[in-house]
C-alpha cells in the first residue's frame, strides 16, 4: 500500500485502500509506476465516476456528441476497424504449438509487451475500472479489473458490463480476478491510434491477464469482451463448465410458459437476427455462462450490454434495434458516416448523403484510398454500443438472475446451401454435441472473403477465441452432459438452404417457426419424425405453426424440399470433419469418431432402402 500511496493522490488512494486485496494491490502499483501517468482516476460504482469517464472521451476527442442526446460517436484508424487475428496470441509456457491457435512463449511475450508499454501513459491519464462478468454477487461473477488510458473504451464498458467495484470490497482476498492492461499509445490529431505496426494484444493465460497496446478498436481493447472469452473458456475447462458464444433469448410458448435456449452461429449466419425476433425476448446476444445446478443446466448473459455491428441495420427487418438506436438512450456509435450531428450506415434502408464526416476523416462520394479502394459511407464493421435495458423485448429479471435460467434448448446454426435442413433435434447429448455443435462449419460469402461457398469448419462458433486445445474443449461438453439428470434438448438450424437453380427454399423469418417447434419439443407436446440425422418436424405441426406465428401458408411441397434427407452431402460431411478431427486435432475423445461412425451406418443403410434422397414422407411412413 505504501507504493500506492506515494502514486495516487488521497481522494484515488483511499478509493484502492477500501478494497483489502494485497495481490490487487500489488499489480496495480506494479503497472501504474511501469506505465508512468500523468494522472490516476480510479472508478467506483458510483454515477459520479461513470459520468466522469463519460465526460472524458469528449474532453480527450476520443468520442463527439451528436444530435440526439446521449448519443455520440468514436472512430479509431482507419487501419485499425476489426480485431487483429495475426497479432492477437495466447502466451503459453515454451510457445508450445496449439492446431488452430495462436501462440507465442510467455516469457517472450511478456518481455516483449512490457517494453511497448513501458512510459507509454506519459501525460495522459490512467483510468482503473471495476467490472464484474455475469450477474453480481452470483456463481457466475468473475471479477475484472481495467486499465487503460482510453475514455472511450472505460466508457464502453460501462455500457456493456456490470460494475465491479463493490463486488471486489465484498469479495476482498477471495476475489479470483481477471487483468486487462491496455494503452491506445500516440494518438493522431484525429485521437486515433498512430503506431499500428507496434499493434500487439498477448493474452497470458498463465496469469489470467490480457495486454494491448497501440489500438483502440473494441475487440482489441474491451477487455472483458472477446478477450476475456479466453480466459473464461480456459477456466471452465478447468473447472467442468461451459463458456460460450452463445445468444440467451426467451421462447414464449403456450399458456405463457417461458423456454430459455442458447445458441452459437458463426458470422453472417443469422445469430443476432434470431435473438431479436420481437415476439420473443432477449437475454443475451454474444456470450453467455452454462453452468450445472443440481443436475440442470443453467446459463447467464455474461454481458449486460451490445456491441452490434450496425451495417444492414434497417427498419424493416430490424425493428427493435432501429428503434433503440433512434431513442435518446445512451449509445456509442462507431466507424458510421456522420453528417449534421446524425449517424449514417450501409444499408440502412434509406438516402444516405453524399458527403461528411467518416472512419477515413472529411468523406465525399467515390473518394479512395491510398490504396485505391472506394471508401464506404461507413465501416462495414462499424458498431454500436447500448445497454440491453433500453431494448423493450428485453428480459431484465433474467438478465440479472443470480443463479440465470434453466436452459431448455442449445441452438447450433450455420450457412450451409445444400446439407443441413431448416432444423432438427439430436437424439441426446451426445450426438447432439457431436454431430451438430463440433461439425459446425459455414461457408464463407464473397462479401466477406472474396471467394464464395467455402466451408469453413468452426465447432461451436468459437475456434477463433478458443484458448485450449479443441479436443480438451470438446471432452469438457461430453463431461458436462453427464452431469446433467435433465440435459437441454439440442437442435440444429440452417437458414440458408437453395435449390438446384440457386433460389433460397427459406424466408428469413422462417426462423420464428423453427424456434417455436423446438420449445414445443424441448416439453414433449409434438412428435417428430425419426431420420437418420436425428429428429424432423411433421408437415402438420409446421403448416400450423407458419398460421399462428406468420399468418402464412406452407405447402407440402416446400416441406419436402426442404426436409429431405440429402445422403450423399451428409455423408461427404461426416468424411470431412472425420478428417479433420483425425488430422488436425490432437486427443480427440473416441466417442467423437463413434458417434460419427454410427451417424453414417444409419444413412448408408437409410440409402439402400430408400436411395440418395429422402422425402420426409417417406420416413414418416415407415
Known sequence: MERLEKLLDKEQFEKIRAIDNPELHEFLADWIEWLEPDKVFVCTDSPEDEAYVRWKALYYGEEKLLETPNHTVHYDSYYDQARDKANTKLLVPGGKEIPFLNTKDRDEGLREIRELMRGIMKGKELFVCFFVLGPRNSVFTIPAVQLTDSAYVAHSEFILYRKGYEEFKRLGRGARFFRFVHSAGELDERKTSKNLDKRRIYIDLVGETVYSVNTQYGGNTIGLKKLAFRLTIQRAVREGWLSEHMFLMRVNGPNGRKTYFTGAYPSMCGKTSTAMISWENIVGDDLTFIMPFNGVARGANVEKGVFGIIQGVNPEDDPIIWQVLHSPVEIIFSNVLVKDGKPYWNEMGMEIPEEGENHSGKWWKGKKDKEGNEIPPSHKNARFTVSLEHFPNVDMDALEAPCGVEIGGM??????????????????????????????????????????????????????????????????????????????????????????????????????????????RVHGDVDAIETPIGYIPKYEDLARLFREVLNKGYSR????????????ELLAKIERIERIYREQVREVPEELFEVLEEEKKRLLEARTKYGDYISPFVLERK
Not at 432438427?424 to 466477406?448: I, N, P, Q, Y
Not at 411441397?557 to 450423399?568: A, G, I, N, S
Open 411 to 520: 441452438i447450433f446454426g450455420g450457412r450451409d446451401k445444400d446439407t443441413w435442413p431448416p432444423v432438427r433435434e439430436a437424439f441426446d447429448w451426445k450426438h447432439g454435441v457431436v454431430t451438430m455443435g463440433a461439425s459446425l462449419e459455414s461457408e464463407t460469402t464473397a462479401a466477406t472473403l472474396g471467394k464464395e461457398g467455402v466451408r469453413a469448419f468452426n465447432p461451436m462458433a468459437i475456434l477463433d477465441f478458443m484458448s485450449v486445445p479443441l479436443g480438451e474443449y470438446i471432452e469438457n461438453y461430453l463431461r458436462f452432459g453427464e452431469k446433467l439428470r435433465k440435459a437441454p434438448k439440442i437442435f440444429a438450424v440452417n437458414y440458408f438452404l437453395r435449390d438446384e437453380n440457386g433460389n433460397w427454399l427459406n424466408h428469413k423469418l422462417d426462423k420464428a417457426v423453427w424456434l417455436k417447434w423446438m420449445e414445443l
Open 557 to 568: 411441397k416446400d416441406y419436402e424440399k426442404q426436409f429431405t434427407v440429402r445422403v450423399p
